[in-house]
Structures are given as C-alpha cells and as structure tokens.
C-alpha cells in the first residue's frame, strides 16, 4: 500500500468513516475529502470547503505556471489575487478553525494541494 493511501486511510479511520467512502470529484477535494466528511461540516463550513476547492484548483494551477513561466505577467496578476481572496477568507477561517472536524477536514486538503505543489 503507498504512503497515500494509508495516511488517507488512516484519516479516514480516524473520523469514523469507513475507507470506501465516495469521492467527490469535481473539486481539489475530491482527491483527499470525501462527501461524508464534508457533510459533517455545518452549512457555512460546508460552503466554505466548497469554496476553497474551487479557489484551490486556480491556486495549484498558477503555482505550475509560475514553475515553468515566472515571468508571465498574467499569470502573475492572478497569484496576487488569489492570495488577497486567500487573506480576506482569514478572519472566517480563523472562526472555523475553532471546529475539530474543520480543522481536520482543512489540514488534510492543505496536504493534498502540498503535495501537488
């Protein structure tokens, strides 16, 4: 079994939900977060995550570009909006963070976009 798998399967083990969950495929969490996990979340962190994905995906795509293209001005213009939606989202985040199961659920999709970057 690879590392992934494992401590993907150990997270899941440890919220409670069994391995063969279903996976979400039409955001950057889907690789990592189930659906059930996501609907343990109330409906503003729910829409958050869902938020994030989306804001993920752009993310990890610029974060490429900027590997193979650093002085692509286009590109450079949305890394730095990203970053600011990323710090207007803080002080919500920082409420969230306050949630167990959040906190669970939003370090394992740091993971994932970590390993993609």
């Given at each position: 079994m690879?590392e992934?798998?494992?401590t993907?399967?150990k997270?899941?083990?440890?919220?409670?939900?069994?391995?063969?969950?279903?996976?979400?495929s039409?955001?950057?969490?889907g690789n990592?977060?189930?659906?059930?996990?996501?609907?343990?979340?109330?409906?503003?962190?729910?829409?958050f995550?869902?938020?994030?994905?989306?804001?993920?995906?752009?993310?990890i795509?610029v974060?490429?570009?900027?590997?193979?293209?650093p002085?692509?001005?286009?590109?450079?213009?949305?890394?730095?909006a990203?970053?600011?939606?990323?710090?207007?989202?803080?002080?919500?985040?920082?409420?969230?963070?306050?949630?167990?199961?959040?906190?669970?659920?939003?370090?394992?999709?740091?993971?994932?976009?970590?390993?993609?970057?």
């Amino acid at each position: 079994m690879t590392e992934k798998k494992s401590t993907r399967r150990k997270f899941l083990q440890f919220l409670g939900l069994s391995a063969g969950a279903t996976l979400a495929s039409t955001t950057s969490l889907g690789n990592f977060i189930s659906r059930e996990e996501v609907r343990r979340l109330n409906s503003e962190q729910q829409e958050f995550m869902m938020e994030y994905g989306k804001w993920m995906d752009e993310f990890i795509e610029v974060i490429r570009i900027q590997k193979t293209d650093p002085g692509n001005m286009e590109n450079n213009k949305k890394m730095i909006a990203l970053t600011e939606t990323a710090e207007q989202w803080q002080p919500r985040l920082t409420e969230f963070m306050k949630d167990e199961t959040f906190a669970l659920i939003y370090h394992a999709s740091i993971e994932r976009m970590k390993k993609e970057i």
